[in-house]
């Protein structure tokens, strides 16, 4: 049995550990199944932990962008999918961007 101090590990261990396959399966481009086939995981599991970790997103539908380049007036390039791509210079207009994206979204289907 877990007392206090071993249960909060324990928790943070496993929490852990299925959020580091969650960003796995991301990453991989495989399906939710695919991934979980893949990694002999028990897919009911995996898609609860998914859906706990969504929740967690301080904003759902949108990504983390981590800058590439050194040079520091550098903007962005995001690539969709589709063969679609945005590119922006630094200090863009976020409205701008949200009409932008919308717009691919509709044309990508």
């Known amino acids: 049995m877990y007392t206090g101090g071993d249960l909060m590990n324990y928790r943070e261990e496993r929490r852990s550990y299925w959020r580091t396959l969650v960003e796995k399966q991301a990453e ?3 399906s ?3 991934f979980c086939k ?6 009911q599991r995996f898609y609860v932990w998914r859906r ?8 759902p539908g949108f990504i983390q962008l ?8 550098s903007g962005i390039r995001i690539v969709m999918d589709h ?6 210079d630094k200090g863009f207009d976020p ?11 509709t044309l990508g289907g």
């Open 66 to 73: 981590v800058p590439t380049s050194k040079i520091p007036y």
């Open 28 to 30: 991989s481009g495989l």
């Open 52 to 59: 706990r970790f969504r929740g967690d997103s301080p904003c």
């Open 95 to 105: 409205l701008t961007l949200r009409e932008a994206i919308d717009a691919l979204r």
């Open 38 to 43: 893949e990694q002999n995981i028990n897919p």
């Open 32 to 34: 939710g199944a695919g």
């Open 83 to 88: 063969g679609m791509s945005l590119e922006l």
